[in-house]
């Protein structure tokens, strides 16, 4: 069982920046950042391999987000930099404790994080 608990959410003006983050219990595992919108369906945000050699994100993200781990730490962190008010939604860490290479496919996580909100105003 991998427990999973983010924090870093919160209230920004367009333009600012967030860092999340989510500690998760055990190995190193493949881990991703996640996002709902109200209304709308979950979409990828962010991956990163175990080692943190690997990352992928999504078309919208890049430029702006940044994900990264630390392993000593058992951490991962997303730096959201440049944020706009479609932004604003629920975003989620989640675990691949079987998937062994980074990857946007969240039918691969099998451990979710509560969530922590995150709100950009105009």
């Known amino acids: 069982q991998v427990q999973l608990v983010e924090s870093g959410g919160g209230l920004v003006q367009a333009g600012g920046s967030l860092r999340l983050s989510c500690v998760a219990s055990g190995r190193p595992y493949v881990m991703g950042w996640f996002r709902q919108a109200p209304g709308k369906e979950r979409e990828f945000v962010a991956t990163i391999s175990t080692s943190g050699d690997n990352t992928v994100y999504a078309d919208s993200m890049k430029g702006r987000f940044a994900i990264s781990r630390d392993n000593a730490k058992n951490t991962m962190y997303l730096q959201m930099n440049s944020l706009k008010p479609e932004d604003t939604a629920v975003y989620y860490c989640?675990?691949?404790?079987?998937?062994?290479?980074?990857?946007?496919?969240?039918?691969?996580?099998?451990?979710w994080g509560q969530g922590t909100q995150v709100t950009v105003s105009s």
């Open positions: 989640a675990v691949s404790s079987w998937y062994a290479a980074a990857t946007a496919r969240s039918s691969r996580y099998d451990y």
